[in-house]
Each structure stands twice: as C-alpha cells, then as structure tokens.
C-alpha cells in the first residue's frame, strides 16, 4: 500500500515567515499533485510535479520533487494570512488507479 | 458552466434515515468520484466510477451505495445513516489534469 506521510500535520505561523511542508511515500511516484483547500470548499490544484529534482515555481510557492520521486516539498516565502488552508499532496498507484491522498498539513498564517 | 454541483450543501439525519448525495458534472468528463472527509483522516475514497455504467469500491465503501445514472451524474446513497457517517462529502470528476472538486455536502448525523 502507497501511503502519503505528510508533515507537519499543523502549522501555525506569523505572517511574513518561511515555512517547508513535506510529504512522503516508502513508493516512487509516477508524479505527484498538490492541492490547497481553503474553508468549507472542495481542494484545488496547486500544481503537477512529473520528474525527479524537478522545481516548480508558483509566485511565492516552491514545489520540489525528490531526486527518488518518493518525497516532495512544499517551500512557502513571506507567508500571508492567504495561505491559510490545507494542503494536501496527491499521486496514484498506477495509471489507471484513483488518486490517493495525504492527510494533509493545515498551515494558519496570522496577521 | 457550473463544473461540478453538489446537493444538498447541509444534511441533518437521525440514525437509520437514507438519504442520498447527489453529484452532477457539465464538464463531460467520464470519471467521477465519492470522499469523504474526516478532521485529521485526509480524503478517503468511498467510491468511483470510471465510466458510465460502471462503478468500484474505494478506500471505505461499507455503508454507502453509488448510482451512475448517466455521464453526468453519480449518486451516493445511504441507506440507513450511522453517527460514524457524519462527514463532509466531497464529488469530483477527473480532468486531464486533475481532480475538480465539487463544494462539498456537510452531514450530521445524530
């Protein structure tokens, strides 16, 4: 069984700190998805991460894939209270396989 | 263009009431999907649905019940609610690129 580990569970930090999520499998993934999802909506698609020590940038949002594609990062610069949410990272078993998901890391950013 | 709706948006049941979850696409996209979602649990899935007229168990299936009407709906049934069924449930269809949620059912049950 693929499990995703992902860590911290919570965060709670000031606004205009750094802060690292990571998320974790004993599996290689094929390619791994991160979602945020804010209060009472469904999780959104952060962002797609396919090769190994592969970057992504998305404003303020780093996503690094492992070398191994067993670990991803999360890497969050001069955090705001926008940020707020759950984060939760994603991939499947196989191709044809549903996603399975963390548990999710729920970073609070206050003002 | 709605995406994916979900209704009801808040569900009250006592214990051994039925109810059931609707789910409806415009995206026309064959996959579609059933969590639920449980503080400190992630999303698990209950049941999916690959293709009109054809439906699989997920993660936590017992208790639960899927109908896929037709391309653009899927339904959740339960048949006789349990307080361990309280949850927010979650339908998403998948696109080429990702799951697209719907905004979620909040259900008690007492």
């Known amino acids: 069984t693929q499990l995703l580990e992902q860590s911290p569970q919570f965060l709670s930090i000031q606004e205009g700190e750094n802060l690292t999520v990571y998320c974790n499998s004993s599996?290689?993934?094929?390619?791994l998805q991160w979602y945020r999802q804010e209060p009472g909506e469904g999780p959104v698609l952060l962002v797609t991460?396919?090769?190994?020590?592969e970057v992504k940038k998305l404003k303020r949002l780093t996503f690094q894939f492992g070398d191994a594609r067993k670990d991803s990062s999360l890497h969050i610069t001069a955090a705001q209270p926008g940020d707020t949410g759950l984060y939760l990272c994603?991939?499947?078993?196989?191709?044809?396989?549903?996603?399975?998901f963390g548990k999710g890391t729920r970073l609070s950013v206050i003002a | 263009n709605a995406g994916v709706t979900q209704t009801p948006k808040f569900q009250v049941l006592k214990t051994g009431q039925s109810m059931t979850l609707q789910c409806a696409q415009d995206?026309?996209?064959?996959?579609m999907y059933w969590y639920r979602q449980d503080p400190g649990m992630g999303l698990r899935l209950i049941y999916y649905?690959?293709?009109?007229?054809?439906?699989d168990k997920g993660e936590v299936p017992n208790g639960y019940n899927v109908s896929r009407l037709n391309k653009r709906e899927f339904s959740l049934r339960l048949e006789s609610a349990a307080p361990s069924q309280t949850s927010v449930y979650f339908c998403?269809?998948?696109?080429?690129?990702?799951?697209?949620f719907g905004p979620g059912t909040r259900l008690t049950v007492t």
């Open positions: 995206m026309n996209h064959n996959s």
């Open positions: 998403a269809i998948q696109t080429r690129a990702e799951q697209y």
């Open positions: 599996s290689v993934f094929s390619s």
């Open positions: 649905s690959a293709s009109e007229g054809t439906t």
């Open positions: 991460v396919v090769t190994g020590g």
């Open positions: 994603a991939s499947k078993r196989s191709g044809n396989t549903p996603l399975v």
